[in-house]
């Protein structure tokens, strides 16, 4: 089976910085995904690491340590519209059939 | 633009009746495709994966009765909610695979644009 975890709630100020926890234990490893999603709406892709290190986007960041089943997901320079949820998931028996963690809520405030 | 095309984006309607929702790739062909359930302030749950030609596979606790998946085609699936209930009153996403893919990327998984579904 699988388990992810990951903060249900950060806040942080506009301009700063927050960075989104998420552990997993899986009983394979195939990568894992990062999602934005705004209420109502589908996810987004924001990034997928499959290889230890850190993988650079924009405001967005992600790293990933399979030695220690984590990642974390670092949003720079924070803007109101960020405020969202963020999803950690991997997938499990099949190609494209994804686990997601419960998603952490990021309130951005002025 | 929209890969994965989600119809309708929201439906109301009232209890006992059955709601049909589409899933459709719109530039390539999915044999597989997913659909999750999404209840406010919680993660998505995958309820099914959708297989063309064949019956979908349910996840454990989804009723298939309950929850009908058809994939007729390499572009479509649809679900069907019967006989819906107040407490199936959800966001519902679809995702599809490219064809093509190959390997785990996102390039060749994408997602449509969810159902909010409201059972009066």
């Known amino acids: 089976g699988q388990n992810i975890d990951q903060p249900t709630e950060m806040t942080a100020t506009e301009g700063a910085i927050v960075q989104i926890n998420c552990t997993y234990q899986?009983?394979?490893?195939?990568?894992l995904f990062w999602y934005q999603q705004h209420a109502g709406e589908a996810p987004t892709f924001l990034s997928y690491?499959?290889?230890?290190g850190l993988e650079e986007k924009g405001r967005f960041s992600s790293f990933l340590s399979r030695s220690k089943g984590y990642s974390y997901l670092l949003l720079k320079e924070l803007q109101m519209k960020d405020s969202a949820s963020y999803l950690c998931?991997?997938?499990?028996?099949?190609?494209?059939?994804?686990?997601f963690g419960a998603g952490t809520q990021v309130v951005v405030t002025p | 633009g929209a890969v994965v095309s989600q119809h309708p984006s929201w439906v109301i309607c009232k209890s006992g009746t059955s709601v049909k929702i589409e899933c459709r790739s719109l530039?390539?062909?999915?044999?597989?495709m997913f659909w999750y359930r999404q209840f406010p302030k919680k993660s998505l749950m995958l309820m099914a994966t959708?297989?063309?030609?064949?019956?979908?596979?349910?996840e454990q606790g989804v009723e298939k009765d309950k929850f009908l998946i058809n994939h007729a085609s390499l572009t479509l699936s649809t679900l069907t909610v019967t006989s819906a209930h107040p407490e199936d009153s959800s966001f519902y996403i679809c995702s599809a695979r490219d064809l093509k893919g190959q390997g785990y990327s996102n390039e060749k998984l994408f997602f449509g644009s969810g159902t909010q579904l409201s059972v009066l």
């Open positions: 959708s297989n063309e030609g064949s019956k979908a596979t349910y």
């Open positions: 899986t009983s394979g490893f195939n990568g």
């Open positions: 690491n499959v290889l230890d």
């Open positions: 998931a991997v997938p499990t028996d099949s190609w494209g059939k994804l686990q």
């Open positions: 530039d390539f062909q999915a044999t597989t």
